[in-house]
């Protein structure tokens, strides 16, 4: 089985009112909350089944540390927040190229289908804009049917495909 890459776009409802804004070091105990219900997603995918190693403590450390590893949004509606990605940057030295890899995108179940995973990879475009990043690129589970066409309807292209592991781009 290989990556769906094709798809017809539908319409979607547009979510009201969703901001996209920088995590805060205060927002370390949330985005432990969405790293736990991303876990269980990709288990119920069947795309990972370890146990995750993390704490606040080091999230705090290595997202808002003196030196990031990496870095977070969050998606609010009124305030509440329902959904996260996480992103850190990269240098491709043999072609000189800076890039963005999506390491997580999360939205709340309910709430899929409403324009805010959109919104959330559309902040993720601008900042790459904004820092001269050519691309972004993550991996995605083959399984994740409703992910790829999300994907394919953003524009992003299947570069490369290792059992499960779709490794997805999309130019900037």
């Known amino acids: 089985m290989t990556c769906l890459l094709s798809y017809q776009t539908s ?11 920088p995590a805060r070091i205060q927002d370390v105990p949330l985005i ?8 269980e997603f990709e288990r119920n995918l069947g795309a990972f ?3 995750l190693n993390l704490s606040e403590a080091l999230l705090a450390q290595t997202l808002f540390g003196k030196h990031p590893f990496a870095y977070v ?10 959904g996260y990605l996480l992103y850190f940057f990269k240098y491709a030295s043999f072609l000189g190229i800076p890039s963005i ?61 290792n059992g499960n592991d779709c490794t997805m781009r999309w130019y900037l």
């Open 101 to 161: 890899w999506v390491d997580d995108v999360y939205v709340d179940e309910h709430l899929r289908g409403k324009g805010i995973g959109s919104s959330l990879m559309q902040m993720i475009a601008q900042i790459g804009r904004e820092n001269h990043c050519r691309m972004l690129a993550w991996i995605t589970d083959r399984r994740n049917l409703q992910g790829l066409k999300f994907y394919n309807r953003l524009g992003a292209q299947l570069h490369d495909q």
């Open 73 to 82: 949004l969050l998606a609010e509606i009124k305030n509440q927040p329902v």
């Open 49 to 51: 089944s370890g146990m």
């Open 11 to 21: 319409s979607q409802r547009e979510p009201s009112q969703v901001t996209i804004r």
């Open 32 to 39: 432990l909350d969405f790293i736990h219900k991303k876990a």
